[in-house]
């Protein structure tokens, strides 16, 4: 679907705005509502169809491939589109999939009631952030729509180096969930991937806005501040990115929006454009739902802090597949991994949680006390387990609560999910006396043993025990249900059967008058024939005529004179009686008043559920947790995970004994554990062939991380880390196609936030950072950065790498140390052992792992010649013994690259890869800053390099300044150029 093809069917289609005066009075009231929903489609109902127009018409044919017709009247022929009421969700799946917003244009009141042109009004606006309808959302996913601005105020007087400060909310629509935040643009640009909303709008000055769109168009630089560089739909190209009405989003609009929300609202927000993007998010949030008035179930407004969380930007979730896979290898995410939960609230629960790992260690700990209790006690996990099971999603159901969408079958579904709440807090306290269940063991920690606990009535942790005060039993509105709603009712409600017997006088009243009466009609058959004398008198009813006596014709001499002919037909007459009329009258009378009267009580009913909303919610949230903590601890023990132990020295580092990547150990038959032990601000640098499990290993590293961070316990035999607060990675270019810029300015970009933002506190993962590009220039930003990292950011680090020269680094600074992947050759076959060790690889078996790959024998074969002859090449350079295939030193079928010593290495790499340098004495003797001179031939070869030690005073005095933490590596490549040129310059 084309951007045009949008915009030309929404709002009042073409055709319609043409004929505008001449238009029936239902076409016109169709162009009203579409002229009020400019960027909507409008669907407009005609009896059992939404119905467009025109051009509508034709995008809804083409869309939802339906049939086009034609609707003809007195002022002319209009293209016309249907999709079925009953059967709509699907055609608005289309519709929204296409792009379109949909405007859901519903016959307000009652069409045969009406006296002429029925009344209907935009009930919803359907988008791709605020769809409520269960049919259209996936179960145990969140749906937000956010909003997005920038703090107001004069760009003149801001400080143009400072970012400027970003709002941003997010609420989904379904739930009531409204979450507000605000920072810099990189802080919200995360936030943004964290929350992963379907839709953004955006408000003045950010960029997709459409007034700032259109002066960018125009050239004008008008009074607002120019769209800053923030791109909301970056995380995701899929995501729904629009401008919306501007005036929703200033100051005085959104204290009032917020007002009905929580109270002084401008006090409330630290960043104005905080407060800003909450008002514009639940206008817009309101205006979807119809515009009447502020949404009751959106309960909480809550304000948070990103610091208050570990920090995992986009490319972070992304390259650890938290909750994409990028396809490559095995074919789950971790969230798959990790997600047990037997109802949507809990799956719900676990993704926020494992969005947004926590920081804390306290509340690290409590969580792992109460994954460690249901580890433990079996029973009381199976036990949960059960009796979420059958829980419906309560904070979707009280969402249609207080909405006045739920049907009487919805207050069944949410009375059946209180019904499990006794249940549940019985089962927390079952045999929860010390000793069940291996009491003592993982979950024994944190002052968890109180004196309830010991009695074995309560849970033993403080979390467990916290969470079963939280399970609100609700039972006067579980009472309310039950007395009131029938338990197997009808979706309609307003045809009764809804309403239980008993609940009400009046309305039994009714019943009994409607039940009395069918009861006279069905005795009636008996004495009339009686009466009369006729054994074929029957009695029956239809639609049109109601109650009626049939006679045949061959007995009609012995109707009696109180009937009363009805209907003839072809061999009998159809009478009836002045007593079954009144009979009827009543019948009828009286259930019609039921019907009415079940529907009012119904609607108080659920009015009065409406009132626990936040009850409700509170309820939710408990059960929400309870279930995402039950998976983790199910997760644990059947994966065999274990508590890691978090300790809060800030010079801990990371020690894993016997770790494993969660998803790819479940991929693999004999997954390969290993250790890793990665003193605070230390640097790995990791190599070894490809295939041989760097990635995996440095991923499992980080996943432990954000496992254990999250609360959960990890795959490992043991582990104890620190609490990070931010963890960066950056995968090799071709790793990560996605998004529209050049691979290689991406992996720059990335990595330029890495070398900005990581602190001691941060873990960092470099896989192939610099493959995008030559070689030489890759090489020289590979070594640049590691050492950046180690020595200006003190951020912990993996690096996995193929240069294979950066392996040096380990002597040369003190944190660093090298890692490496081994694999064995056996009749040239290679097998990976995929286990780390320490020490440098010596090989790349980059050719056999193209054999093994299925590339054509020739190919191998020339790749081979060529390796001979570049290290033919290099016969110069002293190094060791070379096997025939020429890929490594000449090893038996047991040696593996732990053989190799270092030297041995590295004389081995410069004779491969370095065959300009000599002597071997130079390259020790230069600076491990000065990565051209270690790795670019050209420049080694060229004297200007030898001017190194005695700089004109120009360059050294630049040089000096050079601000390393705000350059980026092609801005320090230049820098270089620069200075080089100079000095060629001043040679001559
Ligand atoms: N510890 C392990 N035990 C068993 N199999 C493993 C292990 N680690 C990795 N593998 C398997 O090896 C495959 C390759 O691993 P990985 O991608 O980590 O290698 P790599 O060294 O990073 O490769 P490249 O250098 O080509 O990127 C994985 O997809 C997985 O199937």
């Known amino acids: 679907m084309s951007t045009a093809d949008r915009e030309t069917v929404t709002g009042v289609p073409p055709g319609i705005a043409a004929a505008r005066e001449d238009l029936t009075p239902m076409l016109s009231q169709y162009a009203e509502l579409c002229a009020a929903h400019e960027d909507a489609l409008v669907l407009f109902q005609v009896g059992d169809f939404y119905e467009a127009f025109c051009e509508a018409a034709e995008a809804v044919a083409r869309v939802c491939e339906v049939t086009l017709t034609e609707r003809s009247d007195s002022t002319g022929d209009y293209p016309m589109a249907g999709i079925p009421i009953d059967n709509a969700a699907s055609y608005l799946e289309s519709l929204l999939d296409a792009g379109y917003r949909v405007a859901v244009g519903d016959q307000v009141e009652d069409a045969e009631a009406a006296s002429g042109l029925v009344d209907r009004a935009v009930t919803e606006v359907i988008t791709p952030g605020t769809v409520v309808e269960d049919d259209l959302l996936e179960s145990g996913t969140t749906n937000y729509v956010a909003a997005v601005t920038r703090e107001a105020g004069d760009p003149s007087d801001a400080d143009p180096d400072s970012a400027p400060t970003l709002g941003l909310a997010a609420v989904d629509v379904a739930t009531g969930e409204c979450l507000v935040t605000a920072g810099e643009p990189e802080t919200v640009a995360e936030e943004l991937d964290r929350i992963a909303p379907a839709e953004v709008i955006v408000g003045p000055g950010v960029a997709g806005d459409r007034a700032t769109r259109d002066d960018a168009e125009r050239g004008s630089a008008e009074s607002e501040p120019a769209s800053i560089e923030f791109d ?121 949680w494992l969005r947004r790992p926590l920081v804390d260690a306290g509340a690290i700990s409590s969580r792992h006390d109460a994954v460690g209790e249901l580890a433990d006690r079996t029973l009381v996990r199976e036990g949960i387990a059960d009796a979420l099971a059958t829980a419906y999603d309560l904070e979707r159901l009280v969402g249609r609560v207080s909405r006045g969408r739920a049907d009487a079958r919805d207050l069944r579904s949410l ?22 269940g291996g009491e003592g063991g993982e979950g024994g920690e944190g002052g968890e043993r109180s004196e309830e606990g010991r009695s074995g009535n309560l849970p033993r942790t403080d979390h467990l025990r916290d969470l079963r005060d939280r399970l609100d039993e609700l039972e006067e509105v579980r009472e309310l249900i039950d007395a009131a709603v029938a338990s197997d009712p009808p979706q309609e409600i307003t045809e009764g059967d809804v309403i239980r017997e008993g609940f009400d006088d009046d309305l039994d009243a009714l019943r009994a008058t409607e039940r009395e009466g069918r009861e006279w009609v069905a005795d009636l058959e008996a004495r009339e024939r009686e009466r009369t004398g006729i054994d074929s008198l029957s009695v029956g009813h239809n639609q049109v005529h109601g109650y009626y006596i049939e006679v045949t014709d061959a007995n009609l001499d012995r109707v009696p004179d109180d009937y009363r002919r009805r209907q003839t037909l072809k061999n009998s007459e159809r009478y009836y009686t002045p007593a079954l009329k009144e009979r009827e009258e009543e019948i009828v009378g009286a259930a019609e008043r039921a019907d009415a009267l079940e529907y009012e009580l119904f609607v ?88 041989s499990g760097k990635s995996t290993y440095m991923r499992a590293v980080a996943l432990a991380v954000v496992l254990a961070q999250t609360g959960s316990f990890v795959p490992a035999q043991a582990a104890r880390l620190p609490v990070f607060s931010r963890l960066f990675t950056r995968v090799g270019a071709s790793d990560d196609i996605a998004g529209g810029q050049s691979t290689f300015m991406r992996e720059m970009s990335e990595l330029t936030e890495i070398l900005h933002d990581a602190s001691p506190d941060s873990l960092v993962l470099l896989d192939e950072v610099g493959r995008g590009t030559a070689t030489t220039d890759g090489r020289a930003i590979a070594r640049a ?191 270089l150029h620069d200075l080089q040129t100079r000095l060629e310059s001043d040679d001559d």
């Open 232 to 352: 909301p739909a970056a995380g995701d190209p899929n995501r729904t990115v629009h401008g919306h009405d501007p005036g929703a989003f200033e100051r005085a609009a959104a204290v009032d929006r917020l007002e009905p929300y929580l109270s002084a609202p401008q006090r409330r927000f630290d960043a104005d454009a905080g407060l800003r993007a909450a008002g514009a998010v639940l206008a817009y949030a309101e205006y979807t739902q119809g515009d009447d008035g502020p949404l009751e179930y959106v309960s909480r407004v809550r304000r948070y802090d990103p610091r208050d969380r570990l920090r995992l930007d986009a490319a972070a979730q992304r390259s650890l597949e938290l909750f994409e896979n990028r396809g490559l290898g095995a074919s789950d995410t971790l969230f798959d991994a990790l997600d047990s939960t037997n109802c949507a609230l809990g799956r719900r629960c676990l993704e926020r």
């Open 415 to 436: 009375h059946a999910t209180l019904a499990v709440v006794p249940e549940l807090k019985a089962t927390l306290a079952e045999g929860s006396e010390v000793g069940e």
């Open 604 to 691: 108080e009913v659920r009015e009065r559920v409406a009132e626990e909303t936040e009850r409700v919610q509170a309820l939710a949230d408990a059960l929400a947790e309870l279930d995402a903590l039950a998976s983790l601890a199910a997760v644990a023990i059947e994966h065999d995970y274990v508590r890691p132990e978090m300790v809060e020295d800030p010079d801990a580092g990371i020690e894993i004994e016997g770790g494993r990547h969660p998803v790819v150990e479940r991929t693999e038959d004999a997954f390969v554990p290993n250790d890793a032990d990665l003193p605070r601000g230390s640097i790995a640098v990791i190599t070894g062939p490809n295939m």
């Open 785 to 975: 950065a590691a050492e950046f990292v180690h020595d200006e950011l003190g951020a912990t680090a993996l690096f996995a790498t193929h240069y294979h020269d950066l392996t040096d680094l380990a002597e040369e600074r003190e944190r660093a140390f090298n890692l490496h992947f081994t694999a064995t050759r056996e009749d040239g076959e290679v097998t990976f052992l995929h286990r780390v060790v320490p020490g440098a690889s010596s090989s790349s078996y980059g050719v056999e792992v193209a054999e093994l790959a299925g590339v054509p024998a020739a190919v191998v074969e020339r790749s081979r010649e060529l390796v001979a002859e570049t290290e033919a090449g290099a016969g110069a350079t002293p190094g060791p013994e070379r096997t025939d295939d020429g890929i490594g030193p000449e090893r038996g079928p047991d040696a593996d690259a732990e053989d190799v010593s270092l030297r041995e290495f590295l004389a081995e790499e410069e004779a491969e890869e370095l065959p300009a340098i000599e002597p071997a004495d130079d390259a020790e003797e230069s600076d491990g800053a000065d990565v051209s001179a270690d790795c670019d031939p050209d420049s080694v070869a060229d004297p200007a390099a030898d001017a190194s030690g005695d700089l004109p005073p120009s360059v050294a005095a630049e040089l000096r300044d050079l601000d390393l933490a705000r350059t980026t590596p092609i801005e320090a490549l230049n820098a």
